[in-house]
């Protein structure tokens, strides 16, 4: 299963890569239903001025325009970043059972902060919270968080 995890997050990072170079966060997205890539997403929305271009939720839309959006409540969500709460919102919101990601985002992660989003039980039409497995290729993942910074801080 690990070998599977890993064969996905190296496509996220390949993903992430195309991020970083148009000067966005390195963050990858993919949903993945029955072994097969139903939608991604690529971190966009330092360079297209819309803050909500993330990658998560690039890749459900993506997933809808494709017409996948009867199974979405099926598929798994693997990116390079935990979501943030507005992106583990939409993903508690189309029910979106499964989420794996590399590295974890301190202070507003829907699983690791305070805003515990994609670990609630407290919004009732949300259902169960999604299995969460976190450091998937996490040294990759935080090698590419590392150069955004440095490009950051020049």
């Given amino acids: ?77 693997y990116t390079t970043h935990e979501p943030c709460i507005m992106c583990s919102y939409v993903i508690r919101h189309h029910h979106i059972p499964e989420l794996l990601y590399g590295i974890s985002v301190t202070y507003v992660g829907g699983f690791t902060s305070v805003f515990e989003i994609l670990s609630t039980a407290e919004i009732p039409n949300w259902g169960s919270a999604p299995k969460i497995t976190n450091d998937i290729c996490v040294d990759e993942c935080a090698a590419l968080n590392e150069e955004f910074q440095r490009r950051l801080n020049k």
């Fill in 1 to 77: 299963m690990q070998e599977q995890y890993e064969h996905h997050m190296r496509q996220c990072l390949s993903l992430a890569r195309e991020a970083l170079a148009a000067g966005n966060p390195p963050v990858g997205a993919l949903l993945v239903y029955e072994g097969q890539i139903i939608g991604t997403g690529i971190e966009s929305g330092k360079s297209t001025g819309d803050i909500t271009n993330h990658a998560e939720i690039l890749a459900i839309r993506d997933a809808i325009n494709k017409g996948y959006s009867d199974k979405l409540s099926k598929a798994c969500m």
